[in-house]
């Protein structure tokens, strides 16, 4: 099966960005309605957030997230499969590369921190090219186990590296920052039961990582969040780097609710291209529930 889904997506990569993306929009609006779980969860999380602000503009968005979902999910051929000098020319601006220059002015660790909004792989891709030494990415093993060799093998290209979300990976995560390297960390997975505190989330509460804090409390580390915006027209992506927003104390409620503030801030710019079919409030097995917490 692996070797099936490895032809598959290099097939995918290399069609013209623009051809990609059209058939990405099929596909979501395929599953738009054809899974009814696919589109109630988008539907009941836009509702949540409340950012559409009328019911005309919530119709209207839930459509463009299902497409702008199918156009990231083909995405991610390009990402696995292309060379990182393709990757580099998709991206046709970046705004705040200053702040990276001046983390790595002071020799400090990065932690670059993206939601899963946008194309986040690929500007994952774009930033490792542009740095001069490895950047770690953490992830979470697929639901398919025979996609996890394509991913991994598609991000540990180039000065790629990536670390599993396990206490194995984050001691490989602190040793890379404390080398004065960089990492990638998506702060809007569920964690496990004892990796997480809850805090609001566009006024629900979330059960989220307090992973990041962690990290961020090393000394001569500094945290920056990047979008990979997708721009109209398969016209490629415009990437988006800028400090973080609030200061982490070490309480682990307080620690988390600047977590989401910060996601929120980001989706709040793009909310078409917010993975909004993910199921941003379950219960973890063995977690509290919000009232017991």
């Known amino acids: 099966m692996t070797r099936i889904a490895r032809l598959i997506l290099q097939t995918l990569a290399a069609l013209p960005l623009p051809a990609l993306h059209r058939l990405g929009a099929l596909l979501g609006k395929i599953l738009y309605y054809l899974s009814p779980r696919f589109r109630e969860r988008i539907r009941e999380n836009l509702k949540t957030s409340q950012i559409a602000g009328s019911y005309q503009l919530y119709e209207s968005l839930v459509k463009l997230c299902a497409a702008e979902t199918g156009k990231g999910a083909l995405e991610l051929a390009i990402a696995w499969c292309r060379e990182p000098d393709y990757i580099t020319s998709l991206v046709r601006g970046c705004d705040g590369w200053e702040h990276v220059e001046a983390a790595l002015a002071e020799g400090k660790g990065l932690i670059f921190v993206t939601p899963h909004l946008g194309s986040?792989?690929?500007?994952?891709?774009?930033?490792?090219?542009?740095?001069?030494?490895?950047?770690?990415?953490?992830?979470?093993?697929?639901?398919?186990?025979?996609?996890?060799?394509?991913?991994?093998?598609?991000?540990?290209?180039?000065?790629?590296?990536?670390?599993?979300?396990?206490?194995?990976?984050?001691?490989?995560?602190?040793?890379?920052?404390?080398?004065?390297?960089?990492?990638?960390?998506?702060?809007?997975q569920v964690p496990g039961s004892g990796e997480g505190a809850w805090a609001p989330f566009f006024g629900k509460p979330a059960f989220t990582m307090t992973l990041l804090a962690r990290l961020a409390q090393m000394n001569g580390v500094a945290v920056l969040w990047f979008t990979g915006e997708r721009l109209a027209g398969g016209a490629g992506f415009h990437i988006h780097i800028s400090p973080q927003q609030g200061e982490f104390s070490g309480e682990r409620e307080a620690d988390a609710a600047v977590v989401n503030a910060n996601v929120e801030r980001l989706i709040q710019r793009w909310p078409q291209q917010y993975l909004w079919s993910y199921n941003r409030y379950k219960t973890p097995s063995g977690a509290p529930s919000p009232d017991q917490a």
Do not use: C, H
């Open 120 to 188: 986040y792989d690929i500007a994952g891709r774009y930033i490792s090219a542009r740095l001069p030494f490895p950047l770690t990415a953490m992830y979470r093993p697929p639901k398919l186990a025979w996609l996890e060799p394509i991913m991994n093998e598609g991000r540990a290209r180039g000065k790629g590296r990536t670390a599993p979300a396990t206490g194995a990976g984050v001691r490989q995560l602190m040793k890379a920052l404390k080398s004065g390297e960089a990492t990638i960390i998506l702060p809007d």
